[in-house]
Nanobody, 121 residues
Framework: QVQLAESGGGLVQAGGSLRLSCAAS????????AGWFRQPPGKEREFVGG???????YYAASVKGRFTIFRDNAKNMMYLDMNNLKPEETAIYYC???????????????WGQGTQVTVSS
C-alpha cells in the first residue's frame, strides 16, 4: 500500500504563495487518485482538491482559481500550488490517496502526516 509524506508548509503572509509537495512510496502511485485536504484549528477536515490518475483536477469552490494541483507519476509526486492565500486558510494540509474512480466526495484510504500552513494577516 502507498505511504504519503507532505512537505513545503510554513509561514506566509496573506496574499502570498506556497507550494506543498506530497511524496508517495510503497505503491504504484499512478494507480491511485490523489487529493489534498486541510484542517483549520478547531474545525473539521475539508477537501481542497484532487487529481485523477490521468491528471484531471477537481477543486473546492473556495480555492478554485487560486490553487492548482498536479501530479508527476514518474516521480511519484503530487503538488499543491497555493496563491493569494488568506489567513482563514491557516490549517494542517494533508495529502491522501485512494483507489477507484471518484475524486470528490469519496473516502480516501491513505493519508500523510500533514504539514502546517500558517497565513499571517
Amino acid at each position: 500500500q502507498v505511504q504519503l509524506a507532505e512537505s513545503g508548509g510554513g509561514l506566509v503572509q496573506a496574499g502570498g504563495s506556497l507550494r506543498l509537495s506530497c511524496a508517495a512510496s510503497g505503491g504504484t502511485f499512478n494507480t491511485y487518485i490523489a487529493g489534498w485536504f486541510r484542517q483549520p484549528p478547531g474545525k473539521e477536515r475539508e477537501f481542497v482538491g484532487g487529481v485523477s490518475r490521468t491528471g484531471n483536477t477537481y477543486y473546492a469552490a473556495s480555492v478554485k482559481g487560486r490553487f492548482t494541483i498536479f501530479r508527476d507519476n514518474a516521480k511519484n509526486m503530487m503538488y499543491l500550488d497555493m496563491n493569494n492565500l488568506k489567513p482563514e486558510e491557516t490549517a494542517i494540509y494533508y495529502c491522501a490517496a485512494k483507489t477507484g474512480v471518484v475524486v470528490m466526495g469519496a473516502r480516501y484510504d491513505y493519508w500523510g502526516q500533514g504539514t502546517q500552513v500558517t497565513v499571517s494577516s
